[in-house]
């Protein structure tokens, strides 16, 4: 099993353009080298190989995982999609309108609603605000030019990162891996996403909708990952909300007095900012009481 990532990702997706590094992570299995996205699937199928690639605001990633009898096999058709994409118009354009379509269903669903309502009011003049799988007119305008680009732009040596674990040695990984990325370029472009305190002000956003269950998500500034206390705080969160049917949230909102069927809290983390947030579901009658308990 191999799992990589390069550092940048949707937070560096340009203006108008967002949902970029999503689709890409979408189209690098739809075909590339000389295999076509029947082929390159097909191969991938017949070799029970799983290949998938992710999009989140400061990584670009995948993933990989194969029977050891098929290690040269896995790796080639990993280091066709990260080299020589295709992006033939045939899956773009299937794949444009499978995230069309989802992004148009997420304009009814609650849970999405809420959590791009928080990180607008968050991060409203930052990358962070802006949603990773990006707009109707964002995904429309995104070109194959622009797809090429960001595959020559950002997968570079100098920002990767990977991580393996199986019936491997060293010394194989270390051959595999050099014929699998050494194709790749040894610098990304130049990048920086700045530094970002959230807006947490103490307001409280409701967005209508005509649903029966109101989904309720709630944040502030956090700690970031390399910060002398995110042990301490990571236990904190743990007792507050994170450790499932033992958090005091648990207790107290669901177990007591029964307002909602899952509350959690949660460190996030990220490269140029950090937040505590949380979230509960209940039924619309009783958001305010569940809110004073979770205050």
């Known amino acids: ?44 199928e017949d070799m029970a190989i799983t290949l ?3 999009a989140g605001y400061d990584t670009f990633g995948g993933r990989l995982r194969t029977l050891s009898a098929n290690l ?27 995230i069309l379509t989802m992004i148009r269903r997420n304009l009814e ?41 960001f595959v020559a732009e950002r997968l570079a040596r100098d920002n990767l990162v990977i991580g393996a674990v199986g019936d491997i040695d060293a010394d194989q990984l270390a051959t595999l891996l050099d014929k699998t990325f050494g194709g790749l370029p040894g610098q990304a472009a130049p990048w920086q996403l700045p530094e970002v305190t959230p807006a947490a002000t103490g307001r409280t956003i409701v967005v209508r909708k005509a649903v029966p269950q109101s989904a309720i998500l709630f944040a502030q500034a956090g700690i970031k990952r390399d910060d002398i206390d995110f042990y301490p705080a990571y236990v904190m969160n743990y007792i ?21 069927y899952s509350v959690y809290t949660t460190l996030t983390p990220l490269e140029s900012s950090a937040l505590l947030q949380g979230g509960a579901g209940t039924a619309n009658a009783r958001v305010a009481e569940t809110l004073g308990v979770v205050r």
Request: charged share 30%; aromatic share 8%.
């Open 1 to 44: 099993a191999l799992r990589f990532a390069f550092r940048g990702g949707a937070g560096l997706d340009p203006m108008g353009k967002e949902g970029l590094a999503d689709l890409v992570s979408s189209l690098l299995d739809e075909g590339a080298g000389d295999l076509d996205s029947q082929a390159f699937q097909g191969r991938l």
């Open 52 to 54: 998938r690639f992710d």
């Open 72 to 98: 040269g096999e896995a790796f080639d058709l990993l280091r066709l999609a990260l080299t020589l994409p295709r992006f033939d118009d045939e899956p773009v354009a299937r794949i444009r309108g499978q």
């Open 109 to 149: 669903d609650p849970d999405v609603i809420a959590g791009r309502t928080l990180r607008r009011a968050l991060f409203p003049d930052h990358p962070y605000g802006r949603p990773v799988m990006g707009t109707d007119d964002s995904i429309k305008s995104i070109a194959a030019a622009d797809l090429k680009r």
């Open 240 to 260: 507050l909300g994170g450790g499932g049917f033992t958090s005091r949230l648990y207790s107290e909102v669901r177990e007591k007095r029964g307002l909602a």
